[in-house]
């Protein structure tokens, strides 16, 4: 995959501008990268804070040539190239949780969002990555659940070392997807970096109701299996799940 890197001192979102780049025409490989947002968003339109320097906000155009029925691995790719980035720039260790966040000691660290458009070229995936910094502009309520770079290094993060390193971690991941058997591969990828995939206790809220149970790992199209207290083996392919921590 070859970057072109588009980079803009302020800017509303950077997956709109991404989006709107695709519409254009643009190749795969153009990333959209800004130091601060205004309208960052992450999934079900909630906002993502995004004060100036705070963190590597990201946007990248993928033209995947992928059946439909495995677009949803583009997200589960994502997880497995920025744990993997997260590691190699900074050292962290890393957890992938269910489908889209990327843990540091259970508080989330980065968050990804894959949306897709209807181009001339045809279909187009935007997949936008934020990534914590620091975390010294987060509001209060997110000090119990999010992290940052810094906080758990406790020295200043470099943008640019964190670009480097995941732009290569996505066209590595993005390159065994795309290759033979490449959808077996990433599962396989990210079960062994995931702590989600089995044995988990978890609770996943859905449209219409609320799962508990244990993760039996993922389907061939990356959905998460939850095997309930009946025995009965659901499958999640969309909703929130969360970590069930039992007291005692």
Known sequence: MNFTVLRFDTIGS???????????????GLCVVARQQT???GRHGRAWISPP?????FSLVL??????????????????AVHDALEEAFGLDCDIKWSNDVHVG??????ILAETAETTRGLA??????VNLNSRNFPAELGEIATSVEAETGATASVEKLLDALTGALAKFFGLLYGAGGAEIIREEWTRRSSYAFG??????LENETIEGVTRGIEPDGALRVETAE???????????????RSG
């Open 231 to 245: 025995g009965a083996v659901r499958v999640i392919r969309a909703g929130e799940v969360q970590n069930l921590r």
């Open 14 to 28: 950077t997956n709109d501008e991404a989006l709107r780049q695709a519409r254009l025409g643009a190749p795969e």
């Open 200 to 205: 988990k206790e978890v609770r996943a809220t």
């Open 39 to 41: 309208a960052g968003r």
């Open 106 to 111: 259970g508080r989330k660290i980065s968050g």
């Open 53 to 57: 320097g705070a963190g590597l906000y």
């Open 125 to 130: 995936v935007v997949l936008g990555i934020g």
């Open 63 to 80: 033209r995947p040539a992928l059946e439909t029925r495995f677009l949803p691995l583009v997200t589960l790719t994502a997880g497995v």
